[in-house]
Structure formats: C-alpha cells, structure tokens
C-alpha cells in the first residue's frame, strides 16, 4: 500500500487529488489529508438547496462537489479527511465496502482509548453521536472510500452553512447538529493537537505502507483538473434539468428528486438529484429507462430487469416506481 500524508489545504485541489489518484496506480493508496472552510457536496446533489451560499461566500468558505454520493458535509483545518484507493475485489456491495474500510480508523481510534463503532450504513459513532461520515465511488473496476473524522470542528460554523429546508431534513442531524454529532477530542483521555492526532492516524494506519510523495507530473496534473473541473460552478453549483415532471420522497436509503420528461406516453430524458449512495454512475441508469411506457406495470417490469441496487443504494426497485408517479 502506498501513503499519501498530505499538507495540502486547498479544497478544490484536494478533491482534484482524488480523482487523479483514482486512476494513477493499480496499488492500494491511503492518504489522509484536510480542508480550509468548505463545504463538501454529494455528487447527484443540488447544491443551491444544500447550503446557505451567502454565509458561505461572506465567510470564505468553499463549496465543491465530490465524486461520491450522500450528503454535504462541512470541512474545516478542526477536521480529518482519509482515503482509501483499492481494487474492488471481492467486496460486491457498498455495505461490505464500508465495514472494510472503516475497520482501521475505529482500530486506530481503539488505540486511543475511543471506542468508535459503524452504526447505519455510512457513519462512525461515539457514545451514538457522529463524528464521521464516508462515502463510496467506483470507476473502472477501482474504488474510492473516503470519510471525515471530526476532531476539533467548529459545529457553529457547520450549522450555519448547512442551513437546509428543516421539513426535508426531518430527522438528519441538520436542524439539531450539535446534539448528534461529537468531536473526538472531548473523548480523549489526554488531550493532544489535531497535528498530532493526524499524525498518529497516520502512522497507526500506514505502519507497514510505502509513504510516497506526488511527482511533478502528479502536481501539474491535479493543479490542471483542479482549475478545469473543481474549481468551475458547471461542476459545483450544476443547474437541475428541464422537466415536465418532478417529485421529490425521502426513503431509508436517502432522498432522491426525480426529474422526467414524458413525451407521447413514454420517458424520455431523465435525471436524479439527492444525497443517496452508488456504486454505478446514474446515467446509465436514465438511459436504460428512456423509452419506457410511463405506467406502473411497465416502468416495475423496466426496472426488474436493471441492477437497480448499484445505481441506488438502498432502495428498492418498489421505492424507485413509486417517484414516478405523485
């Protein structure tokens, strides 16, 4: 395994970094790495609907959309980001990818006398209160685990920028974040710098690895994709699509907005928004839909034939028709 201790803070940068390591080797890479201020959007998410943007531009604090599904998730020099880069192997669902990975933080943190656990599908506890959150994407027969560690945070700050629709959010930790999620240093028997607990990390997970430190060609290229994708609002702030149908349901495997066109009786373009995880990019999905007959029976006997647990994880084909239709 190779490791990556980053020192780079540049939001739009680091997210670059992912993505240019996703497909730079064939080996397994841990990196661990932080942000200034920003906020880190889902990839199928509306930004606009996520975030107080005028709070975030007065207060320099950056929006970027990530690779990855799920929800937005506030970043801050008080917070941790870690990253695993594998093969997919065996590991055929997205659950079995987060007990995987998570596996060597909550060691780590055992190391420090936290006792941290998995809890739902995607979040790190303690004593029931969040302190991270991860997410997954796949490409090309690699994946991408990448979760937070809130260690220092400023949980003010987090709320006030994740301003979101109380009504949509009912039962998220949004509206009540400080009485959900936790910082780990509270949890500490002794406390210590989140210089130093990075470094411990660092070291408790990468003990055995080959550190390595990006080339100049690693350098030109994540500073390029950063200014031609990460740094552009086509990428961050992408408008939700024209539609002559949309409808918008909350389900235990996240919040999904529908948005369809009908045309003569059958679908025709198609797209998603919400904060639900993948592990199939959802276009293919719209493609394979587009022609259906807009009924019941036909758009249930569609989706019986469509992997419909990679392109949303967690939700049922039953789920899925029911957003077709108000």
Not at 96 to 110: G, K
Not at 177 to 192: C, D, F, G, K, Y
Not at 260 to 284: E, K, P, Q, V, Y
């Amino acid at each position: 395994m190779l490791s990556i201790i980053d020192s780079h803070t540049d939001p739009y940068w680091n997210l670059a970094a992912e993505e240019w390591l996703l497909g730079r080797f064939d080996r397994p890479v841990f990196r661990l790495w932080q942000n200034s201020p920003a906020v880190i959007i889902g990839r199928n998410q509306n930004a606009l609907s996520e975030i107080d943007r005028d709070y975030a531009d007065s207060h320099g604090i950056a929006v970027v959309r990530r690779l990855s599904g799920g929800g937005a998730v506030y970043h801050d020099l008080g917070n941790i980001n870690y990253t695993f880069i594998d093969a997919c192997g065996r590991m055929e669902n997205s659950s079995e990818m987060f007990r995987h990975f998570t596996a060597p933080v909550i060691a780590a943190l055992a190391a420090l006398g936290v006792n941290a656990r998995l809890e739902g599908r995607n979040d790190l506890t303690i004593d029931g209160l969040k302190f991270s959150g991860n997410a997954i994407y796949v490409r090309a027969g690699r994946m991408m685990h990448h979760g937070t560690m809130l260690f220092s945070t400023s949980f003010d700050e987090m709320a006030a920028v994740l301003s979101t629709d109380g009504s949509k959010y009912s039962g998220r930790a949004v509206a009540s974040r400080r009485s959900r999620v936790t910082n780990i240093l509270p949890h500490l028997s002794e406390p210590m710098s989140v210089a130093e607990f990075m470094d411990f990390i660092g070291r408790q997970i990468s003990a055995d690895a080959e550190r390595y430190e990006y080339s100049q060609e690693d350098l030109e290229a994540i500073g390029s994709l950063a200014d031609s994708k990460y740094r552009t609002d086509e990428w961050n702030f992408a408008a939700s699509p024209a539609c002559s149908f949309s409808n918008t349901r909350k389900f235990a495997g996240g919040t999904l907005t529908l948005y369809a066109d009908i045309n003569r009786g059958s679908i025709g373009n198609l797209a998603f928004s919400g904060d639900w995880f993948f592990t199939r990019d959802t276009a293919g999905f719209c493609e394979a839909m587009r022609g259906c007959p807009y009924t019941k029976e036909k758009i249930a006997g569609r989706l019986s034939e469509l992997p419909t647990g990679e392109y949303f994880n967690g939700i049922t084909p039953e789920e899925l028709c029911s957003l077709f239709f108000t």
